[in-house]
């Protein structure tokens, strides 16, 4: 499992929220996802408005978009055969934005994950998509997914 310290850390201070997924059986933690918000800042990236207004909903000149974050998630790769992979962990993702959605609106969730092109394409399998960039000196890239009802 990842190191969960920086979720734990978010927790206790009100920055995020972080949601266990149990065994239902023995009770086993089979993995973790941290949420929150984002703002994406648009400005300078090159998007083209198109791109853009997909992303914001309204405006092809928005700069900053709103945004639900995973912050982080993690199996536990400390349990032989744990089931649960990356989609059951999105699948309870999902299903706490849709419900936050539903309380005060939201358009897309994004994840920040290292510019390594595997773990890209393993995301981008999963339906999201990646926010390309004129210059991509970051370490991180950040992804998207709209969020469905």
Known sequence: MTNPSKAI???KTGNARTYLILDATTGDLLAYFSVSFKELILEGLGL?????????GI???AERIRSFLIG?????????????GLTDILSEAFAVFAAAKQLIGG???ILECENISELI??????????IETLASDSSLRTLY?????
């Not at 393993?122 to 998509?129: A, D, M, P, V």
Request: glycine share 6%.
């Open 9 to 11: 850390r978010f927790e």
């Open 48 to 56: 083209s408005k198109t791109k853009v207004r997909s992303l914001d």
């Open 59 to 61: 405006s092809k000149d």
């Open 72 to 84: 982080q998630l993690g199996k536990n790769m400390s349990i032989d055969g744990n089931p649960i």
């Open 107 to 109: 358009r897309i969730i």
């Open 121 to 130: 394409a393993y995301y981008e399998r999963h339906g999201f998509s990646l």
């Open 145 to 149: 997914i709209h969020i469905t009802e």
